[in-house]
Nanobody
Framework: EVQLVESGGGLVQAGGSLRLSCAASGFTLDDYRIGWFRQAPGKEREWVSC????????HYTDSVKGRFTVSSDNAKNTVYLQIDSLKPDDTAVYYC???????????????????WGRGTLVTVSS
């Protein structure tokens, strides 16, 4: 059974850091691209980043460049999202998603992703 499980969310003060994890099971991570998306209260889901786990190539939405870092540990079948200099606007449920082929991950098209986790909540207080 294919599963993605996010963890690492929580309540943090503005300026702080968090590291989110996305643990994959039921498939080999380096055959997929893994995207991070987030959904703030009352807003649409937003693409954050993508990593091609076979070679570590990454891509980010402009609003998080320089603060978010995505990485993978293929031996652990886990992808990480390091979030630094957190802002209240970063408050959202963060999801990871997997894509076997195509360009949805790179282009940020959530509808094209194959598998989704259930999300982890990040709350940033001012």
């Amino acid at each position: 059974e294919v599963q993605l499980v996010e963890s690492g969310g929580g309540l943090v003060q503005a300026g702080g850091s968090l590291r989110l994890s996305c643990a994959a099971s039921g498939f080999t991570l380096d055959d997929y691209r893994i995207g991070w998306f987030r959904q703030a209260p009352g807003k649409e889901r937003e693409w954050v980043s993508c990593i091609r786990t076979s070679d570590g190539v990454t891509h980010y939405t402009d609003s998080v460049k320089g603060r978010f870092t995505v990485s993978s540990d293929n031996a652990k079948n886990t992808v990480y999202l390091q979030i630094d200099s957190l802002k209240p606007d970063d408050t959202a449920v963060y999801y990871c998603a997997a894509e076997r082929s195509g360009s949805s991950c790179w282009l940020g098209y959530s509808s094209g992703m194959d598998y989704w986790g259930r999300g982890t909540l990040v709350t940033v207080s001012s």
